[in-house]
């Protein structure tokens, strides 16, 4: 008995060991990218400030007018802190996901491997699209529409400009990013969902106007108050839907294929 509860606790004792291992190579890797991103922070942040620029340089009702504030002595730097990490993060996702493979992989099976390993690629691709739909379309489009509510000021009425702050520049910008980066993992989730049987391609698309309406309601929650901005993340999640009704269409072919055949081998036995 003693015997047999050493060999049950040795596998468990290494697969700790192994997941230690991973863990310490995934925040090793996540350390030095921060660190490395530390160093470029400054530009790191002019890049997340370029659509905001941009258009506060077509708007702008002054030349003062064209900046961002801090009204807090460490402000600046606990951005640059949360910027380095976020580049950080982003670079080292890969390393993650490696890490996470290596050490699901061995316990797999060829079938299983083959069904896991495309929704690591596409999750952090389908992160980024959406990430870069914020950079390029929506707050550039957002930016436009609440910098209309300046006002110039006259002898008559007083001026109304913005003063953006940093740090609640970069917050804003990095709860668009995660919105629009999570909503776009819904292809990954509902094909997952099919695969084990808890979604269908059918009661998808039955559900369709549902979704749709749902999706509005997510757009309006997660986005500026404009029309643009929001109709900007609704109408791509609505085709990531249709995408994931045909995804779940694929998957539901590929078991009743495989059903099948395994079927007809045991009719020939």
């Not at 489009?141 to 702050?165: C, N, P, R, W």
């Not at 590929?254 to 036995?269: C, H, I, L, M, P």
Request: glycine share 4%; hydrophobic share 55%; aromatic share 14%.
């Amino acid at each position: 008995m003693a015997n047999t509860s050493e060999e049950q606790k040795m596998p468990l004792l290494e697969h700790l060991i192994e997941l230690r291992k991973r863990m310490l190579w995934s925040v090793v890797t996540l350390l030095v990218a921060f660190l490395i991103c530390f160093a470029f922070a400054e530009q790191l942040f002019e890049y997340l400030a370029a659509p905001l620029a941009d258009v506060m340089r077509e708007n702008a009702v002054s030349e003062r007018q064209q900046r961002l504030i801090f009204t807090d002595l460490t402000e600046v730097f606990f951005t640059y802190v949360k910027v380095a990490f976020f580049f950080g993060a982003f670079i080292s996702c890969p390393i993650f996901l490696t890490q996470i493979w290596l050490f699901v992989a061995p316990g797999l099976y060829n079938n299983e491997k083959s069904a896991f390993a495309p929704f690591l690629i596409a999750s952090p691709i389908l992160f980024f699209i959406g990430g870069a739909l914020v950079y390029f379309v929506i707050f550039p489009m957002a930016a436009q529409f609440f910098l209309g509510f300046q006002v110039q000021g006259t002898e008559s009425t007083i001026a109304i400009e913005l003063e953006a702050k940093v740090n609640e520049y970069f917050s804003l910008m990095m709860k668009l990013i995660f919105a629009f980066g999570i909503c776009f993992q819904l292809p990954v989730l509902m094909t997952l969902l099919a695969r084990v049987g808890l979604a269908s391609a059918k009661g998808m698309a039955e559900k369709r106007k549902y979704a749709i309406v749902g999706v509005f309601i997510v757009a309006a929650i997660f986005t500026p108050p404009d029309p643009l901005s929001q109709l900007a993340l609704a109408i791509p999640i609505v085709l990531l839907y249709e995408i994931s009704i045909l995804m779940a269409k694929m998957v539901e072919r590929k078991r009743t294929e495989a059903e099948n055949a395994e079927s007809g081998d045991q009719t020939d036995e």
